[in-house]
């Protein structure tokens, strides 16, 4: 589809084409941080340099008063780019705090982007991230002591077929770290590196997050089959027979559960049992009002549970 | 002569309206709406618009959750396929004996592929047992694949309910339903009465919009894979250029329909209940099948007419002007009788001879007159020629 952009967007895009007064294309001579963060997915690469005031005895309290880029990119690229140094410079920002510019920062000041764009939002934090380490190689400032995870990412794994779109995640990166991680869940995943935590397309279409976890651990079998040795020994001895199972059940409705609900003018008939599921038919004045039939299952279910076996689980048919 | 048409659950006429929205997609925004050029955002922005309109149809769900199709029975091969294909680790399919046949052949093949498939049974009202189906259920059921509604006899599922006592069972189940027949007809609500719902599927020609055009409903985070390969259209999970007109007239008809349900059950009931009655007293030894289900469509009305032959009877009301359609062998395309009136039991002396008439907004009083006026005569005549009337006693001779 033909991309949606903010006005903001266009405006800072045609701004830069036309090469109008404040607007931040080029490359600054001798650079006090310089970075480079390409993308092939969209075709493009910033390369993004700034300048800063020296302060004489501090370097952490340099501030940034230039902000340049050179990007090869699509609109929004552009848009970015400008949105980048606009923001530090109107901010005055120390390369430090810089850092703590995000791409969500850059998607807010663009007035929002289209969710197949938001990976040149990173593109341009990724790019400041790596003029500041830059910077601080240059001025001599230990970065680990300020930020402990700046290493930035393999440059291979920025490049490859994008996964999960909405947060920009690539087949490479997403290979390595299930491996790294020991991911062996879609919300495994999604919890530790946020792919597949947006519109979960991505989670089962082909060459998505199911099928790379598959290729990296092996078609799992269905962990809900197995119960782990330790909780199988645990409910060994007290696992009673389907057959003593249903007569337990039996006679608890037969004893206690039927003649109660009588007195209201209900009845409950036992359909079936399996799986510690128990299929019952509620039949009378409860099955009117469904508050009052869920109020009449949850007693149910919590008798059943408390004279026969906690694991039980009443579904009404 | 005029033409009465009362055969609405094969298909139906295209609304003028949808016809309207539909027009301007053809020749003057028809460009492809994947392309970047600022002409092409009229089109991309129409399939968006047709797909917030129908999320909101269909109870005002997230529009991220429709996709489009070329008909019903791609939506439902997709269904079934992309789940089964998502869910290798798991093995049963629970449907029924009476659907479509977009479901039931599939249900078949998945048989033939190793799968193991439960078709359940309907009574003789053609309705579930509901202990059956519980009893089908087991630790590696795939899936559930239920039609909301019947095509042939209008008899209707509670498919809440039971997508409801499947997620209780197994949160895994995937639950697909066939809601062809269902939408304009009965109330579709995702958000509430079908939550438990995770595919659903529906097609543009049974609600005033064209054929060719349909959609799947697949809820966010449900274990399915993409069934059609070949194009980032639809987030990559339906390739294919978008058919733009007919997407955006699928958007009008399904509007319009979910605003007729209240016609539907009101108007449309009581010109079928009136026909049904009539008949019924006009008629002897005729049944209407599905009768005392606890719910049916509201235009629907299927008769089994015994000791004669439905094409007989729909070539009779052919050249009277009226469109309908029958169960009968004869005018199947393996000469084997409807499988639904099967499954119900109907018994085999009228079998053959079961007449479908389907309503729709577009009927009126007149048509139920001159088919009430046509029906009986025919039914009389074609009974005098066959062997298994008494025509002396006025019933059956067997």
């Known amino acids: 589809m033909p991309w949606k952009y903010s006005d903001k967007v266009l405006k800072l895009f045609m701004a830069a084409v036309k090469g109008e007064a404040g607007t931040h294309m080029g490359e600054l001579e001798d650079a006090d941080g310089f970075g480079e963060h390409g993308s092939i997915v969209c075709g493009d690469t910033l390369r993004f340099t700034f ?38 410079e109107e901010q005055h920002k120390t390369p430090l705090e810089a850092l703590q510019v995000t791409n969500q920062d850059l998607i807010d000041f663009l007035d929002g982007l289209p969710e197949q764009k938001i990976h040149c939002s990173v593109m341009g934090a990724e790019a400041l991230q790596k003029a500041v380490a830059d910077w601080a190689v240059k001025r001599g400032v230990d970065l680990t002591k300020w930020l402990p995870d700046t290493t930035p990412a393999d440059k291979d794994e920025d490049e490859g077929r994008v996964v999960c779109n909405c947060f920009s995640v690539t087949e490479p990166y997403l290979r390595r770290k299930i491996k790294e991680l020991g991911l062996h869940s879609i919300a495994e995943i999604t919890n530790a590196l946020k792919a597949g935590g947006g519109c979960t397309v991505c989670h089962h279409a082909p060459g998505g997050l199911q099928d790379l976890l598959d290729e990296t651990w092996g078609v799992m079998p269905n962990k809900d089959f197995e119960e782990t040795p330790a909780s199988a020994a645990a409910h060994a001895e007290a696992e009673l027979s389907p057959f003593r199972l249903g007569q337990q059940i039996e006679a608890l409705i037969t004893e206690l559960i039927r003649p109660q609900l009588r007195g209201e003018g209900n009845n409950i008939e036992l359909v079936d049992i399996k799986e510690h599921k128990v299929y019952c038919r509620m039949t009378g004045s409860c099955s009117q009002r469904e508050e009052t039939a869920r109020a009449v299952k949850l007693r149910v279910e919590h008798q059943i549970k408390e004279h026969v076996d906690d694991r039980l689980q009443v579904i009404v048919v | 002569m005029k033409t009465v048409y009362a055969d609405n659950n094969a298909t139906t006429a295209i609304a003028p309206e949808v016809l309207e929205v539909m027009q301007p997609y053809f020749t003057v925004d028809y460009f492809n709406p994947s392309s970047m050029y600022a002409a092409a955002r009229s089109a991309s922005d129409a399939i968006e618009n047709a797909r917030a309109s129908i999320a909101q149809s269909l109870g005002g769900i997230d529009p991220d959750q429709i996709l489009f199709t070329g008909s019903a029975t791609e939506s439902n091969n997709a269904a079934l396929f992309g789940t089964v294909q998502a869910n290798p680790d798991r093995r049963q399919l629970i449907t029924t004996a009476v659907e479509h046949p977009s479901v039931l052949e599939i249900g078949k093949e998945l048989e033939r592929r190793g799968h193991d498939v439960t078709f359940l049974g309907v009574d003789r009202n053609g309705e579930l047992v509901r202990d059956d189906y519980v009893r089908a259920l087991r630790r590696d059921t795939l899936m559930v694949s239920i039609m909301m509604a019947n095509n042939e006899t209008g008899v209707c599922f509670p498919v809440a309910e039971l997508a409801r006592i499947a997620k209780e069972t197994d949160s895994r189940i995937v639950v697909h339903t066939d809601a062809t027949q269902a939408v304009g007809k009965l109330p579709v609500n995702l958000q509430t009465d079908l ?96 009768k005392d289900a606890e719910v049916r469509l509201p235009n629907t009305l299927n008769l089994a007419i015994h000791g004669i032959e439905g094409e007989a009877i729909l070539y009779e009301l052919s050249r009277h002007g009226i469109c309908a359609s029958s169960g009968s062998a004869c005018t199947s395309g393996t000469l084997d009788p409807s499988h639904v009136l099967k499954a119900m039991q109907v018994p085999f002396s009228a079998i053959h001879g079961s007449l479908r008439f389907s309503l729709s907004r577009y009927n009126n009083e007149a048509d139920i007159e001159w088919i009430i006026a046509v029906l009986p005569d025919i039914i009389a005549r074609i009974r005098k020629i066959s062997p298994y009337w008494d025509d002396k006693r006025n019933c059956l001779k067997l």
């Open chain 2, 195 to 290: 939550q438990h719902v995770d595919l659903l599927a529906f097609s543009g020609h049974k609600i005033h919009a064209p054929k060719g055009v349909g959609a799947l409903f697949v809820r966010r985070g449900t274990r399915w894979r993409p069934f059609i390969l070949g194009g980032h259209q639809e987030k990559g999970r339906r390739a294919g250029t978008e058919n733009v007109p007919y997407i955006v007239g699928l958007a009008k008809a399904c509007e319009l329909a979910v605003a007729g349900v209240a016609e539907e059950q009101n108007r449309v009931r009581s010109l079928r209940d009136r026909l049904q009655q009539t008949l019924i007293e006009l008629i002897p030894a005729v049944e209407v099948n599905g």
């Open chain 1, 51 to 88: 300048r800063v005031e020296r302060h004489p005895t501090d370097p952490t309290r340099d501030i940034i008063t230039q902000a340049r880029y050179l990007t090869f990119g699509c609109t929004s690229a552009i848009a970015a780019s400008e949105a980048l140094c606009t923001l530090l």
